[in-house]
Structures are given as C-alpha cells and as structure tokens.
C-alpha cells in the first residue's frame, strides 16, 4: 500500500488544476447558488417581530431570537466574527401567502414571466409588491394544464428583518418559507436576483 507521503506527492501539483476547475465550475452556477456557498453561511428565521438566529453549533431548537424592532441593539450578538457573513433566510409561513394556481401547459416555458404579468390577478399585490417563487405539482398532458403553489411574500413584511440583518453585516443570501417538510423549509428561492 502507498504512504501518506507518496500519496501528497502525487495529488500536490495537482492542487493549481483542482483549485481553478472548482471555479470555473462556481462560474457556472446561478448566482444564487453562487451566493449560497460563497461565505459562512448562518440560518435566520423571520415572524413578524423577531429575527431568530441558529448556530450550527449549538443543540437542535436551541436559538439566538431578538425583537425586530430592537434588532440593532443586539447587533454584537449577532454580528459573527471574522468579516462578511451571509445567511439563509427562512421565513415564518406567516409572512408568505400561499396559493395553488392552475395555468395553460404552453405557460411552462414562461411561468415566471406569466406570474410575474399576472401577480394580481392571484393575490392582492403587484408584481413590484412582492418576491416571489413557485413549486409545480403536476402536469396534466391530457387537458394541457400545469398546476402549480405560488408562495409570494410581500416586501413590506420582510425588508424590516433583511435591513436589520444589513444593519449587523449580514448579507440575505437565500430566502425560503419554514415548512413542515423533512428539511423544515418549502425548498424554494425567494432572493431576487439582483441581490
């Protein structure tokens, strides 16, 4: 069998060619992702009136929670040490309404684009008013249908607690909506993109 030594020889020079084929397999991934995985990534849940922050490192349901309105005065709390932290977002089910929509199948190729031109038609906002993001749930080939949960926040709701964050340093990276779910979130992606 080959040593340690023989084994760092070999992967050593390698190094350079693993190191720039990462990132030119970074370049490519949306920038959401991009973001995701750049920095210390911290977990922050959002209600109404408090910022809950969970440290990777402490006991399951264990949380640092502040009062929004109060959230600069516990900034040192929550400030993380060592330079620009970003975090996952989650928010309280709450502050995102919910709805199941039902579109022609030919929309498929153009969903946003279509929910985004027709926000109020399924909600009482504006395209401008809200982030928003989508889950499909079937396709129906037969009657040309494609069904659909449209989770949409309103940005009054949650720009307090993303400038509170900006406001300790941290950058919103991903946003996503608490669920009951096996990971606890809807697995959607409600940051725009030209966070």
Known sequence: SMDTSRLKALFVPMAPVVRWWLGEIGAMLPLSLRRFFSVHRL???ASHDKLCVVNPNSAPGEEDCHDLGHAGASSEILQPSGGKHRCELLLDESLVLVREVELPLEAESTLRRVLSFSMDRYTPFTESDVLFDYKILRRDVV???????LYV????GVEPAINALASMGIETATMDVVSDSVNGR???ELCPAEW
């Open 143 to 149: 009657n040309k249908k494609i069904t659909l949960t």
């Open 153 to 156: 926040a309103p940005r009054d």
């Open 43 to 45: 977990q922050v849940r």
């Open 186 to 188: 809807a697995g959607i």
